[in-house]
């Protein structure tokens, strides 16, 4: 299976990412996770990527778009992998669209948890209380929410024309959106088959 967990900071990607790799047996790859781990690394990627994170702004296409298809070029991701948080912007469906057709394969669905802004300023907070994550700051959150909706969230028609967007209510329990978001992955595994 390859599949890309799509929707906006807080929405529930990384939460939901767990079910749905263990399910498949795939590499669960999260661009977001792999810039913190260099952020605490202090690699050079890590403080380039820092500065764009810490305003809420996407971190250059040509810096993410390299980082992922290094990542998918792994044996790991040879039969299937779920992206996290990837692709963000037209240049990443197109480079995504092409580094999985040199594959010879293609996405078998894009599932996008949609939840409503007031519930992701909530939760970004809390876990800001919890966690101390740099970027969730009420300031930046609302810059992350206002990045997805102005270069994000408009990359989904591509998918939508496809057949392949899979839209999963992402609010309410943790488990009950666990088990719509397998759902919705099952319906993408059978019509992709
Ligand atoms: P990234 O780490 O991907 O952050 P994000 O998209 O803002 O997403 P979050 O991790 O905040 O939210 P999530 O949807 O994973 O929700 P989660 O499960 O954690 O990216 C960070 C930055 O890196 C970007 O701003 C950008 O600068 C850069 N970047 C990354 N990818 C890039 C790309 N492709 N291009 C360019 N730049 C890129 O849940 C959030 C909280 O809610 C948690 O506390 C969780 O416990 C809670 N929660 C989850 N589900 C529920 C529920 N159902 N009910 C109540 N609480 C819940």
Do not use: C, W
């Not at 305003?55 to 992922?68: F, N, S, W």
């Not at 299937?80 to 669209?97: C, I, K, N, S, W």
């Not at 101390?132 to 930046?140: F, I, L």
């Not at 969230?153 to 088990?179: C, F, H, K, N, W």
Request: charged content about 35%.
């Amino acid at each position: 299976m390859r599949l890309v967990l799509f929707g906006p900071p807080g929405a529930g990607k990384g939460t939901q990412a767990t079910a749905l790799s263990e399910r498949y047996g795939i590499p669960h790859i999260s661009t977001g996770d792999i810039f913190r781990a260099n952020v605490g690394n202090d690699t050079e990627l890590g403080r380039e990527a820092k500065q764009y994170m810490d305003r809420g702004d996407l971190v250059p296409d040509e810096v993410v778009i390299a980082m992922v298809d290094e990542r998918l070029g792994q044996d790991d991701a040879g039969d299937g992998f779920l992206l996290d948080g990837y692709p963000r912007t037209l240049a990443q469906v197109e480079a995504l669209d092409k580094t999985v057709a040199q594959h010879g394969s293609q996405l078998d669905g894009v599932i996008r948890l949609l939840v409503d802004d007031e519930e992701l300023m909530s939760r970004l907070l809390r876990r800001a209380e919890e966690q101390g994550r740099s970027d969730d700051t009420r300031e930046v959150i609302a810059s992350r929410i206002e990045t997805y909706k102005d270069e994000t969230e408009p990359t989904v028609a591509q998918y939508r024309e496809r057949g392949i967007l899979y839209d999963v209510d992402g609010e309410g329990d943790v488990d009950e959106v666990r088990s719509r978001v397998l759902d919705a992955a099952a319906r993408a595994g059978a019509e992709a088959s």
